[in-house]
């Protein structure tokens, strides 16, 4: 059974930073497009960031545009989200995802990703 297990959220002031990290296991990591979601309370899940298998293309919501970073390392089967200046309404639980299909490029829609992580939860004080 794939496996994605998030760490690395927290408690940080305005304008902190946090680097999340996923460890995926027991598929064939560097052959899939990895994503980053999150889910604030009452609302629904919303892409953030992903980045692909290969060349390691990247795509950001522009919500997070500029600020966050999406990264992967093959050898060790982990993707990261080095999150920067942060702000109270980035506050939600953030969850790593692979894409429904090897080799292949599954945007923003989070029904195009298959397997979820259990979530890792950032919160932001003002």
């Known amino acids: 059974q794939v496996q994605l297990v998030e760490s690395g959220g927290g408690l940080v002031n305005s304008g902190g930073s946090l680097r999340l990290s996923c460890a995926a296991s027991l598929f064939s990591f560097s052959s899939y497009t990895m994503g980053w979601f999150r889910q604030a309370p009452g609302k629904e899940r919303e892409f953030v960031a992903l980045?692909?298998?290969?060349?390691?293309?990247?795509y950001y919501a522009d919500s997070v545009k500029g600020r966050f970073t999406i990264s992967r390392d093959n050898a060790r089967s982990t993707v990261y989200l080095q999150m920067n200046s942060l702000k109270p309404e980035d506050t939600a639980v953030y969850y790593c995802?692979?894409?429904?299909?090897?080799?292949?490029?599954?945007?923003?829609?989070?029904?195009?990703?298959?397997?979820w992580g259990q979530g890792t939860q950032v919160t932001v004080s003002s």
């Open positions: 980045i692909s298998w290969g060349p390691g293309n990247t």
């Open positions: 995802a692979r894409a429904m299909t090897a080799t292949s490029i599954s945007g923003v829609d989070p029904g195009r990703y298959t397997y």
